[in-house]
């Protein structure tokens, strides 16, 4: 390491329970951080890592065990700036998804047998068990969302990252609506944006894969999906697969929520 080096912000990536996806967008982009950052610790690309404290620390990844938990704890207790970074670490993602719907005990037991020793714990979100700085969402993450976020951290600006729905960017690149021109299930009116509405842009409906955006209209959703002969609950359990959390649909109408539980 040369003298210059040791005097540059330094930042950590880190990974809980998850699939890599965001360490290998933060890997592709790393050359345009380099002239700017330290990496003290990037166990998925580098093998000399240290454990001192870092301005910011990248976290991926659900906690789902123990030692995620330890592992997060100790992330934590050692970041200036603390970024969650892809659905996982923001709503827990297929793993949360998985959790609200059946015990972990029974998932465990089908999977490893009852008898098994393996410590799991329900999936959550990193702001579930520690502070979170920046929530970064995306599966994966968005390049030009990461690097702006990382330039605002590195100027000591929390970033603002917006909630409004992928309808809005969808607009901005002028998309004929799916929705409305092929019938498609698009959950963009209810998903936060950030991906540029890449989906819609290519002629597809949008999955949610985003999580939610700013206080949702699950029911004006449901209700138009519902109008266009679909099964509502099909694609809201759709979003709730990404981790979507019960309390966005618990203002819906009886009849949905009712079913949404079942
Ligand atoms: S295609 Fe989807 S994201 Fe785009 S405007 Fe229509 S509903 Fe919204
Ligand atoms: S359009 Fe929807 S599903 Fe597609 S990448 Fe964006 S948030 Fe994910």
């Known amino acids: 390491?040369?003298?210059?080096?040791?005097?540059?912000?330094?930042?950590?990536?880190?990974?809980?329970?998850?699939?890599?996806?965001?360490?290998?967008?933060?890997?592709?982009?790393?050359?345009?951080?380099?002239?700017?950052?330290?990496?003290?610790?990037?166990?998925?690309?580098?093998?000399?890592?240290?454990?001192?404290?870092?301005?910011?620390?990248?976290?991926?990844?659900?906690?789902?065990?123990?030692?995620?938990?330890?592992?997060?704890?100790?992330?934590?207790?050692?970041?200036?700036?603390?970024?969650?970074?892809?659905?996982?670490?923001?709503?827990?993602?297929?793993?949360?998804?998985?959790?609200?719907?059946?015990?972990?005990?029974?998932?465990?037991a089908a999977v490893y047998g009852s008898d098994s020793q393996i410590e799991v714990l329900e999936s959550k979100p990193l702001s579930d068990h520690v502070a979170v700085d920046v929530k970064l969402s995306g599966c994966p993450i968005n390049t030009t969302q990461f690097l702006s976020v990382t330039a605002s951290l590195l100027k000591d600006h929390l970033p603002y990252i917006t909630h409004k729905p992928v309808c809005l960017e969808c607009k901005?690149?002028?998309?004929?609506?799916?929705?409305?021109?092929?019938?498609?299930?698009?959950?963009?009116?209810?998903?936060?944006?950030?991906?540029?509405?890449?989906?819609?842009?290519?002629?597809?409906?949008?999955?949610?894969?985003?999580?939610?955006?700013?206080d949702p209209q699950m029911d004006a959703m449901a209700t138009i999906l519902h109008e266009k002969g679909y099964d509502p609950i099909d694609v809201i359990n759709r979003l709730k697969s990404f981790g979507a959390p019960d309390h966005l649909f618990q203002r819906m109408s009886f009849q949905y929520n009712q079913e949404t539980q079942a």
């Open 1 to 108: 390491m040369n003298k210059e080096s040791t005097l540059l912000p330094c930042i950590a990536v880190e990974s809980l329970t998850g699939c890599a996806g965001e360490l290998l967008v933060i890997l592709e982009n790393l050359d345009k951080l380099l002239p700017f950052v330290r990496v003290a610790s990037f166990p998925f690309a580098q093998t000399a890592n240290d454990d001192g404290p870092v301005d910011i620390a990248f976290v991926e990844g659900s906690v789902s065990n123990p030692h995620d938990l330890e592992k997060l704890k100790k992330i934590r207790s050692k970041s200036r700036w603390l970024v969650a970074v892809g659905n996982c670490a923001v709503w827990g993602c297929v793993q949360g998804g998985a959790c609200a719907k059946c015990k972990v005990s029974d998932m465990l």
């Open 172 to 214: 901005l690149n002028e998309n004929p609506c799916v929705l409305i021109e092929k019938n498609l299930p698009c959950l963009g009116p209810v998903t936060a944006a950030g991906c540029g509405a890449l989906c819609p842009s290519m002629g597809a409906a949008c999955y949610g894969c985003w999580g939610p955006c700013q």
